[in-house]
């Protein structure tokens, strides 16, 4: 029986187990349940071992449990001696997901 997975969303991969909270980038999803894709399923001791060519067919369901910001990013460029200072800011969009059965 598998229950790690890897998953692939937002262009990241994740390593995953049932009950897990999931912190990603935004998703654009009306549903409260979206469907990740599987690169691969394993048991912790390594048996059961199931490799994606990319993916596999089988989808990990996960349910949206909140959306969000996350902490501010500051960039600051800096010249020496041209008196060139600029500061921004950055909050990723974040969305928070808890892992269903795998």
């Known amino acids: 029986m598998a229950n ?4 692939r969303t937002g262009g990241k991969q994740y390593i995953v187990r049932e009950g897990d909270l999931l ?8 549903d409260k349940t979206i469907e990740l894709d599987t ?21 990990i369901k996960a349910e949206i449990v909140s959306e ?4 501010k990013i500051r960039v600051a460029k800096f010249k020496s001696k041209v008196r060139y200072r600029k500061v921004r800011g950055f909050r ?11």
């Open 4 to 7: 790690v997975a890897v998953v």
């Open 23 to 30: 912190t990603v980038d935004k998703l654009e999803s009306k």
């Open 39 to 59: 690169l691969a399923l394993f048991a912790e001791d390594g048996s059961n071992v199931e490799v994606g060519t990319p993916s596999l067919e089988k989808k």
């Open 68 to 71: 969000g910001k996350g902490v």
């Open 92 to 102: 990723p969009q974040l969305t928070t997901l808890k892992i269903g059965k795998i």
